[in-house]
């Protein structure tokens, strides 16, 4: 029969062919469902995957109904673009049915959520990996099967914070996919035992949200003999090491530990511990210690003022000298304090009216004392120089710095260990070293003998509540002393 009709015919037939074919597939009623392709149904189960055949359709039949194309596709997002990109070969293929139909009116297509919604009740399924080094969010769950899409989606929400980007190894990520669409619904990022951030859809996007939980503190005792040093006898007595770090600072500035320990020396110390369900996570606060350091007691109590927190003695002087002995770690102490001393450059007789710490060039200088500082920039011998007046007539100098740290200007207020400069060797300079000077009124003195004076005293007001406070927690660590180490104590008072 096709035989007798002319060409043009034959060419009309097909495009009503392909129209009827088209609508037939398009339909959204309940009767064409039955005759639509799998391929079709597979289509329109995500809003997105539909969008993409729309995006086909676009790009196939660009000069056709341009108008009514740019309408329909007016409310799509860049994402789409994106999208397309990531999934080209999984698109084309569902979209081959329809791009047959070439110039047909493409808004006969149905809207495809009409669709969606009427599958049955969305199901789950929830996983978890553990992140690994080298892993990255899109590695960890293109791997799972997310989608570029969604993936992208999510990184959108963290944007500011960055969260998902910073993952680091032994973190883990749960998330929850749509068993039908295999789309993201939930993902949350377990950041430790107390932290995470949860990102749950709603609807196209996804919102962020943390979550804390606090542990419970409780008060826990320590106690130890000293006969070798802080760190082994510490350790032994099960006292960890990030404590005996903070007691080391506690204790530090009066006892040099490296070489005043003595056989017999104790340590007691009272502190919080951070419990969740039951189980040890952590360590609070020190809030008392006692170090019997060759017969002399120190006892240290936390106390919060409107400075901030710190360590006092019981009767509320500073545990905290105001200034640090070395401003720098150095390796070794090149040129003593000599008024007297030959210089190594003019090899004449020139005082040494400071220390030199030799250090490897780049290692950060401190500021040994809270203070402003009067002068940073270059002096001729000295090089880069940077100077710190600390009131009360005390005066501090770094040279031969390589250069300043951020900040570190006339003017500027600087607290107590904060990097100020790095260790050069500019000005006459023999070698990478911190030439650093102590001044009282206006007079030199060793900065490695030198009476450091005490931190500023406890303000009067906190004073009235903190000594009955001390002697409250005092009595509680001495109460807290097993009866050998009672024992031990009181006959080593009686000595
Ligand atoms: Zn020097």
Known sequence: MTKLLPAKHLLSIAMVSAFLAVVLVALPDGDSEDKNSISLEANFEVIDQSQLMLQDLRQLAPTANTAAQNALFSTNDINVDKAYKDTTDINTDKAVPVTAVTTTTIHDIPAPKALVQKSAPPTFKEQTVEVKPGDSLSKLLSAKGISAQDIHKVSVADTKQKTLLQMRPGQTLQFTTNNASGELSSLTIVLNRLDSVTFDRVGDEFNRKETSRTPEVTQAYKEAEINDSLFVDGLKSGIDQSLLIELANIFGWDIDFALDIRKGDSLSVLYEEQLLDGEKIGNGNIIAAQFINNGRTYQA??????????????????????????????????SKFNPNRLHPVFKTTMPHRGVDYAAASGTPVKAAGDGKISFAGKQNGYGNVVIIDHGRGYQTLYAHLRGFAKGTKRGARVQQGKVIAYVGQTGWATGPHLHYEFRINGTHKNPITVKL????????????????????????????HSPEFAQKLASLNKN
Request: net charge positive; proline share 10%; aromatic share 12%.
């Open 453 to 480: 004076p005490n931190d500023e005293p406890m303000p009067k007001n906190d004073l009235k509540n903190f000594l009955p406070y001390a002697k409250q927690v005092v009595a509680t660590l001495a109460n807290s």
């Open 301 to 334: 109590i936390r106390y919060s003022t409107e400075k901030g927190s710190s360590y006092y003695s019981p009767d509320g002087l500073a545990m905290r000298k105001a200034f640090i002995r070395t401003p720098v770690d150095f390796t070794r102490i090149s």
